[in-house]
C-alpha cells in the first residue's frame, strides 16, 4: 500500500517561510514524478512544483523564484520550500506520486494546510 505522508504545514506571517515534507512508503524513483499540488477554497486543484525521476524540476509560474521543490533519495522524502510567502499561497497542499506506464497509478497525501496571515 502506497502512502504519501505530507508535513510542515501551518500559519506563517506574509514574508516567513515554511517547508513542506512528502515522504513516501517506498523509493520515490518508482514514480514517474512528485509534486506539489495546492487547492484553495472555491477553486480547483492546481500544481505548485514538480520533479522527476531524472532531476527535473518544474514551477508555476505564480511561485517561480519564492519555493525550491527538492528531494533526498535516501529518506525517499520530497520537499517544498516556501519563501516569501503571500496570503494568495495561503491553500491545502497536496503531494502527488503518479505512474504513467502500462498501468496509471495516482497516489495523493491527504494534504497540509498553509496559511498565510498576518
Known amino acids: 500500500q502506497v502512502q504519501l505522508v505530507e508535513s510542515g504545514g501551518g500559519l506563517v506571517q506574509p514574508g516567513g517561510s515554511l517547508r513542506l515534507s512528502c515522504a513516501a512508503s517506498?523509493?520515490?524513483?518508482?514514480?514517474?514524478?512528485m509534486g506539489w499540488y495546492r487547492q484553495a477554497p472555491g477553486k480547483q486543484r492546481d500544481l505548485v512544483a514538480s520533479?522527476?525521476?531524472?532531476?527535473?524540476?518544474n514551477y508555476a509560474d505564480s511561485v517561480k523564484g519564492r519555493f525550491t521543490i527538492s528531494r533526498d533519495n535516501a529518506k525517499n522524502t520530497v520537499y517544498l520550500q516556501m519563501n516569501a510567502l503571500k496570503s494568495e499561497d495561503t491553500a491545502v497542499y497536496y503531494c502527488?506520486?503518479?505512474?504513467?506506464?502500462?498501468?496509471?497509478?495516482?497516489?495523493w497525501g491527504q494534504g497540509t494546510q498553509v496559511t498565510v496571515s498576518s
Open positions: 502527488r506520486a503518479p505512474i504513467y506506464g502500462s498501468t496509471f497509478y495516482d497516489y
Open positions: 520533479i522527476t525521476r531524472a532531476g527535473t524540476t
Open positions: 517506498g523509493s520515490i524513483f518508482a514514480y514517474t514524478y
